[in-house]
């Protein structure tokens, strides 16, 4: 009787799948835990220690935040309270946010929660993307606390009046209808005062957070940090 080849055994095939399968799950499994500590919000302690985390503390709001290119990675990250020389975050150049720079960790924590549940209460999604996830009528929010247009040589403090790039967003948030800045205008919301405070330290924080350079080209893009 002729040798069966044991590419044409079933049990050959079952017990790989099976060694494939638990291979798999395992690899899953470990994959699940690395992201869940990538993604998890570090804390105040961290940024006083100088420690980066990919998702820094709610306290970086009282940070100067900036978006620069990193020579070892190839594209643009986050640098908070100013640069080594590096490409490294130094954690301790500060910058007011509504008048402050010594917000608690408590404090803090409770504008990004405020700020989060704006943003899903107002359905912002709808029309932009946050992170990677939403829609593409409006702009991309991810990096819009880095947008110069905000900045103190752009035009949105001139035209809504306000004198720091928070609370020209905030006056923005709160009157879209009175600021024509695109063809898509933003509808007015009912936005509060209380609310777009929150909304804004919510933006400001997600600008600080390690997003391998998404959104491609943001450095570079016209009017955006670094464009030309």
């Not at 044991?6 to 017990?15: G, T």
């Not at 790989?16 to 919000?41: H, K, N, R, Y």
């Not at 990675?73 to 130094?90: A, F, Q, Y």
């Not at 209380?194 to 959104?215: C, Q, R, W, Y």
Request: proline fraction near 5%; charge should be positive.
């Amino acid at each position: 009787m002729a040798n069966k080849s044991v590419w044409s055994d079933n049990r050959f095939w079952q017990r790989s799948a099976t060694w494939v399968t638990g291979f798999a799950s395992l690899l899953l499994i470990w994959l699940t835990f690395d992201t869940m500590g990538q993604i998890s919000m570090g804390n105040d302690a961290d940024i006083q220690n100088g420690v980066t985390k990919r998702v820094p503390g709610p306290t970086v709001i009282n940070y100067k935040i900036t978006y620069e290119m990193s020579p070892t990675r190839g594209h643009e990250v986050p640098i908070i309270g100013g640069n080594d020389g590096k490409g490294h975050s130094l954690f301790k150049v500060k910058e007011k946010f509504f008048g402050r720079d010594d917000y608690s960790e408590k404090e803090a924590r409770a504008l990004l929660h405020l700020g989060k549940l704006g943003e899903q209460a107002k359905n912002c999604m709808d029309c932009h993307t946050l992170l990677g996830n939403g829609a593409y009528y409006a702009p991309d929010l991810t990096k819009a606390w880095l947008d110069p247009a905000w900045g103190a040589n752009g035009p949105m403090q001139t035209m809504t009046g306000k004198n720091t790039k928070e609370e020209a967003m905030a006056e923005f948030l709160q009157h879209p209808n009175l600021y024509p800045t695109h063809a898509r205008m933003m509808p007015d919301l009912g936005i509060t005062a209380k609310e777009a405070k929150g909304l804004v330290a919510f933006l400001k924080h997600m600008s600080s957070i390690d997003t391998n350079g998404f959104p491609r080209n943001f450095g570079r893009m016209k009017g955006a940090v670094h464009g030309k």
